[in-house]
């Protein structure tokens, strides 16, 4: 047995060694005179001045330089690199910008005023372009100051610095962003021109009232559930013209069905008198009348504020920037056949739903060079989230293909030794993408040249695929549209489907040949 400092035995010595180190620990607590530990005997107090103290040692060491690369050229000499953060920005310059013996790295709170101070070092360093990291919505305002001082700002994507070595630190990684990007390696993220982005914040501060306006119509579902009323049951919509009828005359003491019955509009087809009768009979209990009537409130406040949203929207629609796309006419590519002329276009169908009650066809006609809504599945409010989130000026992207693969609308390319190990899309959380996703089943529902398209896609690939392949096609169009500013050619079904059978015919007759077999007409044969 080896004792510890008192007469107590915690374990027994290894066979055939003896001393102190027969211990099976690796270290044992201190303790105090009276017993306890040593850290059990300081106030709180000591350790946050122990810690602050520490931290204050780490903040006043000199900065290590990052070893530059050898043969690397470097393709921007005036770069700068911010790490941006939710209460403080760490800014590195180039080390030949500042003075012998001073720090090239900065840190700068994210106070307007820090901000303003920030970009004035930066102007004073040479700086011409700067490389930003940042994750949620920080980096918005030093973006916006930074750009009207005149310089390149590249917002670079958090998951591409990821993998870089040395420890995970601010100061670290506004080296390695100034580094990386005088070598060119670094690619921004896409951001708008600045009228598309006051269009794209009106825009989705709309989709959040909507969004709301949904959760107040479920909660008035729930509360007439709880008193067994089936309003929403038998009328298509609660929000509906009937359906809000209904909801007043409850609210202002109407119980009677047959009296609530005649605030029916006659176009009505969910159900029959009868059933709207007995569906409005259950438990009129006050404390979900009382919630019933508070949803019903914020469900009309709601609307207003989307009325309000509505109109500021035209004013904004109005200062945004025209098209500036002028593809020379050598340039374009040969347009597919239309479909027959003596077929008739249907009528466009007057705004209902979510979308805006005034008719903003003709401005976004203007903004966008080529009326839009008239493509196959698209509305007024389909366009204008469409636009205020990638613009209307195509140049950023060199081509269709390009456009797609940002939408993450391609298949992916992961080989390794020549195996293909994965072709899925890759995961974009990008709006557009979702739009062009949720319109692909409409499409698969007419009878058009894309209905038929998502409808093949459909029976090879399922439908999840299909919709992704519908809407990589959507994506083409609309790229070739804003770019080229023609007009949309609805394409000839008839046309369409001739020219996949011949292009099905001839594949057979290929692999027939392969197999030893020919492939004749029956009308030959006969």
């Excluded at 607590?29 to 005997?41: F, I, L, N, T």
């Excluded at 780490?58 to 393709?75: D, E, G, N």
């Excluded at 979900?288 to 509505?310: G, M, P, T, W």
Aim: glycine share 8%; net charge positive.
């Amino acid at each position: 047995m080896v004792p510890l400092g008192g007469d107590e035995n915690i374990g027994e010595a290894v066979a055939g060694f003896s001393g102190t180190a027969a211990i099976p620990f690796g270290r044992v607590q201190r303790a105090s005179p009276k017993g306890r530990p040593v850290w059990a005997s300081l106030t709180c107090h000591t350790l946050i001045e122990a810690m602050k103290a520490k931290q204050a040692a780490q903040s006043s060491r000199a900065v290590k330089a990052i070893r530059p690369a050898k043969k690397l050229p470097v393709v921007h000499p005036h770069a700068g690199g911010i790490d941006v953060g939710a209460t403080e920005h760490s800014v590195c310059v180039p080390e030949d910008a500042v003075p012998a013996g001073a720090s090239p790295v900065r840190q700068y709170k994210a106070f307007s005023g820090d901000l303003d101070q920030l970009v004035e070092w930066v102007q004073a360093c040479g700086v011409q372009t700067v490389a930003m990291e940042s994750t949620g919505v920080y980096w918005i305002p030093l973006y916006q100051k930074l750009e009207r001082a005149g310089l390149e700002v590249v917002l670079v994507n958090a998951r591409h610095l990821k993998r870089v070595p040395g420890r995970k630190t601010d100061i670290l990684d506004c080296q390695w962003l100034q580094q990386m990007h005088s070598y060119g390696l670094l690619s921004g993220s896409f951001r708008p021109s600045d009228d598309i982005c006051v269009l794209r914040t009106y825009l989705r501060h709309r989709s959040n009232l909507v969004a709301g306006c949904g959760v107040q119509v479920q909660h008035m579902q729930r509360a007439l559930d709880q008193m067994n009323i089936h309003l929403h049951h038998v009328v298509s919509d609660l929000d509906g013209v009937t359906g809000l009828a209904i909801l007043e005359a409850i609210l202002a003491g109407q119980r009677d069905p047959k009296e609530l019955v005649k605030l029916r509009d006659p176009r009505v087809r969910r159900s029959t008198v009868a059933q709207m009768e007995a569906g409005l009979q259950g438990d009129w209990r006050e404390e979900h009348l009382f919630v019933l009537k508070q949803s019903l409130a914020s469900y009309r406040a709601l609307q207003n504020q989307i009325i309000e949203c509505d109109t500021a929207l035209e004013q904004v629609l109005e200062r945004v920037a025209v098209n500036p796309s002028a593809v020379p006419e050598a340039d374009r590519p040969k347009n597919p056949l239309a479909r027959a002329s003596g077929e008739k276009k249907k009528p466009k169908k007057p705004a209902r739903g979510n979308a805006p009650r005034q008719d903003l066809t003709a401005q976004l006609q203007r903004v966008c060079g080529v009326d839009l809504t008239r493509l196959v599945g698209f509305n007024v409010l389909s366009v204008l989230i469409l636009i205020s989130e990638i613009g209307v000026d195509m140049s950023r992207w060199p081509n269709a293909k390009a456009f797609c693969a940002w939408l993450g609308l391609c298949p992916g390319n992961k080989i390794s030794g020549g195996k293909v190990l994965s072709s899925r899309t890759a995961r974009v959380v990008n709006r557009v993408a979702i739009l062009l996703r949720t319109l692909a089943p409409t499409l698969g529902r007419t009878d058009t040249w894309l209905g038929s398209f998502h409808r093949r896609m459909k029976a090879r690939l399922g439908p999840a695929a299909a919709n992704t392949a519908t809407a990589h096609k959507l994506a083409t169009i609309v790229y070739h549209l804003l770019k080229y500013q023609e007009e949309y050619i609805d394409v000839d079904r008839v046309a369409y489907e001739q020219k996949f059978r011949r292009y099905r015919i001839s594949r057979l007759r290929k692999q027939a040949a392969e197999l030893g077999y020919e492939i004749v007409d029956l009308k030959d044969a006969a």
